[in-house]
């Protein structure tokens, strides 16, 4: 009331104004409302503590839900001492599920895989496990480009042949319905195996994640040659410290209320870090849209040099520059 007459505005007229936002202030956030939240986080907490792999598989099964991504999702799984098991043409079901002490990833994580393409998968798989990659492509008759997804996730890694291997076996098959059960000679040609790096991009590429490391394992050492920090090293940096990180963005938000500021999230293979980026420090770096193909997983690695904020526990970087993690060279190890 103090500060509206100290505006201008008749007393009357605030009186008024200030009645309508006490009443809507009674019922706008209810009671109930805040006590169903804390309900949610407390059983929600309860649940990731004591049935990890069950909360985790839950999640998984209901994307898109929430704020992270199931690649984020596998990630904090994984530093929760999690085992995530790789999707396999013999163990896998629809969806994922919790097997032994982990979770084996499900079919409806495999680019293009809807309900009838994975029923058509495990009604073949009944009367026997599938043996090799000829046995499976003449029982389930996938069409190629599924059965490519099925190889560059590590589906079939169970038979001990190189994914590359698989693919040069696969062009050369022929399992169409129509066509007679001929075996063919697979011709001798010695093909490099993908490196790890390569494995794990085409992981991304189908599934949207990986079972395998993450990518910032890729550029660890040379990030350590340079003095460039991993997340589980801020935690020893004073307030008002000037920094380097890099990792892969997870969460980019630019709210039109932030007045210009972007609010990023960066991971790396031990944590999260936030990240506040100014309007100008946006302007005179590299462009921020939400997807870029600057790193493996055709979204940003990002290097960023900011000044360490501490508020207790909670640590934040505030950006003065940032760049593209690119150096090619390290992705090929």
């Not at 009186?15 to 986080?41: D, I, M, N, P, R």
């Not at 029923?119 to 008759?141: E, M, P, S, V």
């Not at 997870?250 to 506040?276: C, N, R, S, Y």
């Not at 100014?278 to 790193?295: A, C, E, F, L, N």
């Amino acid at each position: 009331m103090s500060g509206a007459q100290g505006n201008g505005v008749p007393f009357d007229l605030a009186e008024t104004v200030f009645g309508q936002l006490q009443a809507f202030g009674g019922y706008a956030f209810a009671k109930s409302h805040a006590a169903a939240f804390a309900v949610l986080v407390y059983q929600s907490a309860w649940l990731k503590r004591y049935h990890p792999a069950a909360f985790y598989t839950a999640l998984l099964n209901h994307q898109p839900m929430g704020f992270w991504s199931p690649a984020v999702l596998v990630g904090d799984a994984k530093r929760h001492h999690l085992t995530i098991l790789p999707v396999d043409v013999n163990h896998s079901q629809a969806r994922c599920r919790v097997e032994g002490k982990g979770i084996r990833l499900g079919f409806n994580y495999i680019d293009g895989f809807g309900e009838a393409t994975i029923a058509q998968l495990i009604k073949a798989r009944q009367a026997k496990a599938f043996t090799g990659l000829t046995d499976f492509c003449r029982r389930t008759r996938l069409p190629r480009r599924l059965v490519e997804h099925l190889i560059l996730a590590g589906a079939m890694d169970r038979w001990q042949c190189p994914r590359r291997q698989l693919l040069w076996e696969l062009g050369q098959l022929r399992y169409r319905e129509e066509e007679l059960d001929l075996i063919f000679p697979v011709n001798g040609v010695e093909l490099p195996p993908l490196s790890r790096a390569e494995a794990l991009s085409q992981e991304h590429s189908v599934m949207g994640l990986s079972t395998g490391e993450h990518v910032m394992v890729h550029y660890r050492s040379w990030l350590d040659q340079q003095g460039i920090l991993g997340s589980w090293e801020l935690e020893a940096q004073p307030d008002g410290q000037r920094v380097r990180l890099a990792g892969l963005v997870v969460v980019h938000q630019a709210p039109p209320t932030a007045k210009g500021f972007h609010f990023i999230t960066l991971e790396d293979e031990a944590g999260l870090t936030d990240v506040i980026i100014k309007p100008q420090v946006v302007t005179h770096s590299i462009k921020m849209p939400k997807r870029q193909d600057y790193g493996l997983n055709n979204q940003t690695l990002l290097l960023v040099e900011g000044i360490v904020q501490r508020n207790g526990n909670i640590v934040n970087i505030l950006a003065t520059k940032i760049q593209p993690l690119i150096d090619p060279t390290l992705l090929s190890a």
